[in-house]
């Protein structure tokens, strides 16, 4: 169901930026794209949404493309507490959230 | 200042018997809500979502059922428990500009 393709898995040293891509090719012209991480046996944390232009807050920059159809996500310093799986979403018209399976960043001292 | 709560925070039940998980929110009124699951290993599944009382979307046919009682209370229930049944139940209302807030979670063992 969920409209996005992100790679599993990506590993990132201590310090260094994360880039987390992901695709939503077919990504609608108001739908928004929504970043959400979920560390192990916790409930997704919101992190960051945007529609078409680049959004930065506390926790990560979004980067859009123009055409829309991908994201990339930008943890600017990962710490080992960034150590954890994140999602993209689309948000389908309505109400309904679908998370896909998200990847798994691992943050490497 | 919002806040959601679930409960039991985890449960093992055996095969055939019910199951009753709450979520309640706090500091809000009318939000829309929303049950996960999310079995060992994988992605978070919607299972149903609620616009107000009495409403419930249902996404995924299964045994389980939601109810909503109250407008700020979201029950999900089953009569008879699966082995599938197993996993992290996570219930999140929406804030007004979209995003999602989860609680912290309930973890179902199906014996």
Known sequence: DAKTTQPPSMDCAEGRAANLPCNHSTISGNEYVYWYRQIHSQGPQYIIHGLKNNET?????LIITE??????????????????????????????????????LTVIP | SQTIHQWP??????????????CTVEGTSNPNLYWYRQAAGRG?????YSVG???????VPQN??????????FILSSKK????????????????????????GSRLTVL
């Open chain 2, 44 to 48: 978070l599944q919607l299972l149903f």
């Open chain 2, 81 to 104: 428990l699966l082995l599938s049944d197993s996993g992290f139940y996570l219930c999140a209302w929406r804030f007004n500009t979209g995003e999602l807030f989860f609680g912290e």
């Open chain 1, 57 to 61: 807050n506390e926790m990560a920059s």
């Open chain 2, 9 to 22: 925070a985890t449960l093992v039940q055996p095969v055939g018997s019910p199951l009753s998980l709450e």
């Open chain 1, 67 to 104: 055409d829309r159809k991908s994201s990339t996500l930008i943890l600017p310093h990962a710490t080992l507490r960034d150590t954890a799986v994140y999602y993209c979403i689309v948000r389908v018209a309505g109400n309904q959230f679908y998370f896909g399976t998200g990847t798994s």
């Open chain 2, 53 to 59: 009382i009495g409403q419930i979307s249902s996404e």
């Open chain 2, 64 to 73: 389980l059922s939601a109810s909503r009682p109250q407008d700020r209370q």
